[in-house]
């Protein structure tokens, strides 16, 4: 029988391009405040080499072409990781998550990425009153980052469930599903067309044992496992 649930966060209770978006927005304004370029200038050259695929050097391909020579990259770094996101759940995932409180599910939240960034999002989306336990990998060290199993054996104990009586939500086929299947928890993969690895094709090991394009499948699928865990 299924008691507990627990998602990832990134990319599966919430739309991740629109962080990026918002911590852009926040970097742009920072340069607009202190040089005579418009905000939306900077905010479109950013997003625009975004969507043409750049990642990781977004900030050195900025400072160069704009010529911003007294800028240094770790610091808008840090101004994209420690500001207020402007970013809400899914519809579906705010849905879902009343309806496994209402029905006396145990949630967890995992997930990996920059501890005060992710705790920026976990307020922005009001998602702490909702959980029973949270872990941000980071704060526990390196040895916790997915792949590892190590967060995920944490989870069950905070959650106090058995492997087979959890379902782990995600959206990364590269890291989410291995660790959670190596401990028997039933795995879902949440691919809404949209996502950062909704194109990403990796071997059935990898992959979660079920799919879904919207989380409001979710129910009637914790109902049909619960019927084959009885047999």
Known sequence: MIRA??????????????????GFRAVSAYLAS????????????LIRNFERGL?????????KEFGLTKEKVIDLVDIYRTHKPEIKLYTDA????SYLRSKQYKLGLLT???ATTQRNKIKALGLTNYFDAIIITEELGKG???????????????????????????????????P??????????????EGFYDSIE?????????QVANLLAIPSLIEKLGVQTKK
């Open 5 to 22: 649930v627990t998602f990832d966060l990134d990319g599966t209770l919430y739309d991740e391009k629109s962080f990026v978006k918002s």
């Open 34 to 45: 202190k040089y005579s370029i418009n905000e939306n200038v900077i905010f479109f050259h």
């Open 55 to 63: 990642r990781g050097k977004n900030f050195d391909v900025l400072i």
């Open 94 to 97: 705010k849905i879902l998550l």
């Open 112 to 114: 990996d990425g920059h």
């Open 144 to 178: 916790f980052l997915k792949p590892s199993v190590k967060s995920y054996k944490l989870m069950l104990h905070r959650l106090n469930v058995k492997p087979e009586e959890c379902v782990y939500i995600g959206d990364n086929p590269l890291k989410d599903f291995l």
């Open 180 to 193: 959670a299947k190596k401990l028997d928890i039933t795995t879902v993969r949440v691919k809404r067309g």
């Open 202 to 210: 990796v071997p059935k090991e990898l992959d979660a044992d079920y």
